[in-house]
Nanobody
Framework: QVHLVESGGGLVPAGGSLRLSCATSGRTVGDLAMAWFRQAPGKEREFVAVIHYTGRHTFYADTVKGRFTISRDNNKMTVDLQMNALKYEDTALYLC??????????????????????WGQGTQVTVSS
């Protein structure tokens, strides 16, 4: 069982930056892909970014590509999401997730949420227009 705790959210003006962090505990995540999803009020949860367990492969939603960067530190067991050039439509609860199956494939498309079985409670990001 993986326990995930997100931090780093807050209120930021449009065009600003935030860095989210996901701290993990329990089972090691060094062999699991990790991802960020987000959910805005009244909307479905959507994929944001995923990083392979090796840290060498990443994939992003089109809406954040070029603005967000996902990274991981397998020694510290953390996963970060650097968010630049934030837009009002980035406002959402951001959730960290760990993939169910170790040593998984490299994602080159948005992974289904069903592939992730450990979730954090989320950290709120609010972008003012």
């Amino acid at each position: 069982q993986v326990h995930l705790v997100e931090s780093g959210g807050g209120l930021v003006p449009a065009g600003g930056s935030l860095r989210l962090s996901c701290a993990t505990s329990g089972r090691t995540v060094g062999d699991l892909a990790m991802a960020w999803f987000r959910q805005a009020p009244g909307k479905e949860r959507e994929f944001v970014a995923v990083i392979h367990y090796t840290g060498r492969h990443t994939f992003y939603a089109d809406t954040v590509k070029g603005r967000f960067t996902i990274s991981r530190d397998n020694n510290k067991m953390t996963v970060d999401l650097q968010m630049n050039a934030l837009k009002y439509e980035d406002t959402a609860l951001y959730l960290c997730a760990a993939e169910r199956t170790p040593y998984g494939t490299v994602w080159n498309r948005p992974p289904p949420m069903s592939f992730f079985d450990s979730w954090g409670q989320g950290t709120q990001v609010t972008v003012s227009s």
